[in-house]
């Protein structure tokens, strides 16, 4: 491999193969067996004397009855007490000389064009061996090319698009190779031993994450190995001018996450306007004003040049620790009435009603002490973390706990008006049983309850028991469509009906369709069309905004599961963690997402689509 490291294939380049009774493909046999096969086929044909009996290297024994009837018979077993020794056992195998009438299953390939359109590399949440992180690359490699033969075919004939490229980034394998399995092994328990292994190779890399120990090896590696496979690409496409995303599972996303808020934005990109820059300066301005009214408040005016001096807001001074005020030269005194005052003022933000200006009001006290408008980097283990040589266009994350880390590290909300630095598109898609998955868009606007996006099926339609279930009269079409099977009537309970649109914000560079993003089409057009008049939707699911994470569209996208995972959601928990390389539907919106940054779409809008 190039981009990975994987043990040696074995190519075996012969005409001799063999099948048994209940394999479904020829096997080849060793070069070197394969040429004494054909020499003592060579003989038999040239002198007519058939009957001819080989054994092979593992003491399998091959006879050549006549050119249309060659059997393999399998290993001579040891002989016996009696010294008798059978020389053919079991049933035989069929031996073939040629390929002639060899079914071979081999690709037709990604895209007819060599051209690269996007790169997108992959991190799975962890694996033992380097080589075995790639085959869930290769798994969702495939997929993507299913649907892109589906759903791109038109563009793909007019030479519109290029194909995706998929690259696995291999993190675990460095983690892992620094002796800490030896000391995990020495204190690890003889009993239930496979489970403890399992533990010791999975659960623990979020552990080991959180540790300050191996944080730092974690970052490192997975930015020098994105960085290493980015500058790899280059040098074998020189001519490659697309875009690269990125995508993370379970654990995975939550490093890239994280990696992602401590990227370092260009400075022309931070002031790209006289505006902001004017408003930045009237904020500060603000800020420092407020701070100046604070200690006359307190009666400390004549320090009110020192925290000038400074730069300090209001903000800023809610951070303040003993520490800070007393390196700035603050008096024993005047420290304690400012530490008495930002304690009172933190405990009255914290009981004041949800929706008050000051929880809302990005320059306030919800900024600091009270934890609404917290950084999202608040709370992550010190490290320091790399620079990426690209920027993202769009990062995918399945399956992923970011809003659960976020939410135990002390970020109670995202500011709407957070965005990640470089990366303008994000993505949150999970299964609806994935017990690590959690959402992310309640942390932005937490006082209004509504739905993720159901992703619709990469067919075009929903799930049965979907369609069913949103009916009012669900159990007569699901006794209509069991067919006799009544256990169909205790699926799952009847899904909530999501807000189907959003309000982008317009100063945002989307990476998507921001016109099919506006119409927001969820689960609930679907479920209405035939039962209630589409008036009533539009009232009752008013239009909401998710801050700018996603460029103002949404965030959270929800799989839709199979009939037969809605009768025990427990029993599919684990499937549901390991879904989404099989999952057409997720390949589809992470092609379909790809693609519209360059203006392309689907060849026909999927219903229930946005």
């Given amino acids: 491999?190039?981009?990975?490291?994987?043990?040696?294939?074995?190519?075996?380049?012969?005409?001799?193969?063999?099948?048994?009774?209940?394999?479904?493909?020829?096997?080849?046999?060793?070069?070197?067996?394969?040429?004494?096969?054909?020499?003592?086929?060579?003989?038999?044909?040239?002198?007519d004397e058939w009957k001819k009996k080989l054994e092979s290297p593992s003491r399998e024994i091959i006879i050549l009855h006549n050119p249309k009837l060659m059997v393999h018979y399998h290993p001579v077993a040891t002989s016996d007490d009696w010294g008798s020794t059978p020389t053919e056992q079991g049933r035989p195998r069929t031996v073939k000389r040629g390929v002639e009438n060899i079914a071979a299953e081999i690709p037709n390939g990604e895209l007819v064009s060599p051209r690269v359109i996007e790169l997108l590399a992959l991190q799975p949440g962890g694996s033992r061996e380097p080589s075995s992180c790639s085959f869930p690359v290769n798994d969702f490699r495939n997929v993507s090319l299913s649907m892109l033969q589906a759903h791109f075919k038109k563009a793909q004939e007019q030479q519109q698009i290029g194909r995706v490229e998929f690259l696995p980034v291999n993190w675990h394998s460095s983690l892992h190779s620094t002796g800490v399995d030896v000391d995990l092994e020495r204190i690890t328990l003889p009993s239930i031993n496979r489970l403890r292994h399992f533990i010791n190779d999975t659960i623990l890399d979020v552990f080991f994450y959180n540790s300050s120990t191996y944080?730092?090896?974690?970052?490192?590696?997975?930015?020098?190995?994105?960085?290493?496979?980015?500058?790899?690409?280059?040098?074998?496409?020189p001519l490659f001018k697309g875009g690269v995303s990125i995508a993370g599972h379970s654990l995975g996303s939550l490093i890239l996450f994280d990696l992602l808020t401590n990227q370092k934005a260009d400075p022309e990109e931070e002031e790209?306007?006289?505006?902001?820059?004017?408003?930045?300066?009237?904020?500060?301005?603000?800020?420092?004003?407020?701070?100046?009214?604070?200690?006359?408040?307190?009666?400390?005016?004549e320090y009110c040049d020192v925290f000038e001096k400074e730069k300090m807001d209001r903000q800023a001074l809610f951070l303040c620790t003993e520490k800070n005020l007393k390196e700035?030269?603050?008096?024993?005194?005047?420290r304690m009435k400012l530490l008495h005052y930002i304690s009172s003022e933190g405990e009255m933000q914290q009981r004041a009603e949800p929706g008050s200006p000051s929880q809302h009001e990005p320059g306030s006290a919800a900024d600091g002490r009270n934890c609404q408008y917290r950084d999202v980097a608040l709370g992550q283990v010190s490290a320091n973390y790399p620079q990426l040589d690209y920027k993202p266009t769009i990062f995918f994350a399945f399956g992923s706990p970011i809003g659960m880390f976020l939410t135990v590290r002390g970020v109670k909300r995202i500011n709407p008006n957070y965005s990640l630095p470089t990366c303008k598109g994000f993505f949150n898609i999970f299964h609806p049983f994935d017990p690590v998955a959690y959402r992310i868009e309640p942390m932005i606007v937490p006082d209004l309850e509504f739905e993720p996006m159901l992703l619709p099926h990469h067919k075009g339609r929903k799930r049965m028991h979907l369609e069913a279930l949103g009916s009012p009269n669900a159990l007569a079409i699901l006794v209509r469509g069991a067919k006799g099977h009544p256990a169909q009537s205790a699926a799952a309970s009847p899904p909530h009906t999501p807000l189907p649109s959003l309000s982008p914000i317009p100063s945002c560079s989307l990476p998507c369709c921001a016109q099919e993003r506006?119409?927001?089409?969820?689960?609930?057009?679907?479920?209405?069309?035939?039962?209630?008049?589409?008036?009533?939707?539009?009232?009752?699911?008013?239009?909401?905004?998710v801050g700018r994470l996603n460029g103002g569209n949404r965030i959270d996208y929800v799989l839709q599961e199979k009939p037969i995972e809605s009768f025990n959601e427990y029993l599919f928990a684990l499937q549901g963690h390991l879904c989404y390389w099989e999952s057409e539907d997720t390949g589809l919106l992470v092609l379909k997402e790809i693609y519209q940054t360059q203006g392309v779409t689907l060849d026909q809008p999927l219903p229930g689509s946005q």
């Fill in 272 to 301: 790209h306007s006289e505006e902001v820059r004017a408003v930045r300066t009237t904020s500060s301005s603000r800020g420092i004003k407020e701070v100046r009214e604070i200690l006359k408040k307190l009666e400390l005016s």
């Fill in 215 to 237: 944080c730092q090896t974690i970052v490192d590696t997975v930015a020098s190995e994105m960085n290493r496979l980015y500058r790899l690409f280059l040098q074998r496409n």
């Fill in 328 to 334: 700035m030269g603050i008096p024993l005194g005047p």
């Fill in 1 to 47: 491999a190039v981009y990975w490291e994987e043990e040696v294939s074995e190519v075996r380049r012969c005409t001799w193969f063999y099948k048994g009774d209940k394999d479904n493909k020829y096997i080849p046999y060793s070069e070197t067996f394969s040429e004494e096969l054909e020499e003592a086929y060579r003989i038999a044909v040239t002198l």
């Fill in 518 to 545: 506006a119409l927001g089409r969820g689960r609930t057009e679907h479920y209405t069309k035939a039962e209630e008049p589409p008036a009533v939707v539009k009232e009752e699911a008013p239009l909401i905004t």
